[in-house]
């Protein structure tokens, strides 16, 4: 059982892997982050949903889940590894005073979590060479410290250079009747950096996508994406 992620399903050469770098909201006993219980089961501890979503595309033939298995708050794996973000001492509008930590303590925590959790993966993709990944994270309706923000997307569709995946996609989803979000509610431009490191700069290809938290809510919400990701997915994986 490795610290830094977990891997649902056998990886197949040619087949999806399913990326979920916030999956898990699990913070390690021996960090305190100081702070309230509850805000480990919020947005910003967690991609709410995405660990179930994954784990049903991980048991279809040829589709595995490699998902993260710490919370953001304690590194947030999908942010180089110097960024002000990676070791968060706020979100939205939450204090994380337990990563008030000095320079020592910031590459320790870097060494403990980013860095295996990344050589992990791409040892992963290097093994199984996937025809496509997924890389998949999940958006909550609404910031609590943007209340007055509308967030009407069901889905976003993130990428930055390679937009190949994302192009076909994206009137897949819409045609499935769910409202569609190119690089909303996010820019694959600005958040993009493990697809930067492990899709674009080696050359593969993946599909960035965002559902909304409130989507995946629940057992049958996460059955309906996990089918509708699995068609899309199909269609997209065998066009690339």
């Not at 973000?85 to 320790?108: E, K, M, R, Y």
Request: aromatic fraction near 6%; include cysteine; glycine fraction near 8%.
């Amino acid at each position: 059982m490795s610290e830094t992620f977990r891997l649902l399903g056998t990886p197949a050469a040619g087949g999806v892997l399913v990326i979920s770098d916030h999956a898990s909201n699990h913070v390690p006993p021996d960090i305190d982050l100081g702070i309230a219980p509850q805000l480990l089961t919020q947005h910003i501890a967690i991609d709410l949903g995405v660990a179930e979503v994954g784990a049903l595309l991980a048991r279809e033939p040829g589709f595995a889940a490699f998902q993260c298995a710490f919370s953001r708050l304690v590194c947030d794996v999908n942010r180089d590894e110097h960024a002000p973000g990676t070791i968060p001492v706020a979100s939205d509008g939450h204090a994380i005073p337990g990563n008030a930590i000095d320079h020592a303590g910031h590459l320790a925590r870097l060494a403990r979590f980013h860095a295996p959790y990344h050589a992990a993966l791409e040892r992963t993709l290097t093994e199984c060479e996937p025809g496509l990944i997924l890389s998949l994270h999940s958006f909550t309706p609404r910031l609590a410290s943007h209340p007055d923000e509308r967030r009407p997307w069901q889905v976003g569709v993130l990428y930055n250079d390679d937009d190949h995946a994302a192009r076909i996609a994206i009137p897949l989803l819409e045609a499935e009747g769910v409202v569609v979000g190119d690089q909303l509610p996010y820019s694959g431009k600005l958040l993009n950096y493990s697809m930067n490191r492990h899709a674009e700069g080696p050359g593969r290809r993946y599909l960035g996508i965002e559902l909304r938290q409130d989507e995946i809510a629940d057992a049958a919400g996460q059955t309906r994406w996990a089918e509708r990701l699995l068609r899309v997915c199909r269609v997209v994986a065998s066009a690339l």
